[in-house]
């Protein structure tokens, strides 16, 4: 599998929204679960969203309710959608893979997830 690749990130002010997209390269939706992490400076890297493999999707409590992660399986595509930003949302963000265990995408920990992208920057800031 080749290296997810993130984009959509930018700067946008408190209450806005910010949708990112994920490029699979190669980590197909038959061997690979998806998810979205984020990492604050002098913070630990951090779930945001992982894909289910029932379609409802997994979330870090920071962003109940206000984020929603979705694919497009012929696109080969992983998206996050973004709505009422705060500051506490700036970070690098970061789509990631991890090879399909046995039984499914449920959600899974950060460790599994093996195959990082580069990053895409979201600043919420007045």
């Known amino acids: 599998q080749g290296q997810p690749a993130e984009s959509g990130g930018g700067s946008v002010q408190p209450g806005g929204s910010l949708r990112l997209s994920c490029a699979r390269n190669g980590n197909t939706f038959a061997s690979s679960c998806m998810g979205w992490f984020r990492q604050a400076p002098g913070k630990e890297r951090e779930r945001v969203a992982l894909?289910?493999?029932?379609?409802?999707?997994e979330y870090g409590d920071p962003v109940k309710g206000r984020f929603t992660i979705s694919q497009d399986i012929a696109q080969n595509m992983v998206y996050l959608q973004m709505n009422s930003l705060n500051p506490e949302d700036t970070g690098m963000y970061y789509c990631?893979?991890?090879?399909?265990?046995?039984?499914?995408?449920?959600?899974?920990?950060?460790?599994?997830?093996?195959?990082w992208g580069q990053g895409t920057q979201v600043t919420v800031s007045t």
């Open positions: 894909l289910t493999d029932d379609g409802r999707g």
């Open positions: 990631a893979a991890a090879r399909r265990p046995a039984f499914g995408c449920l959600p899974l920990s950060i460790e599994f997830f093996t195959n």
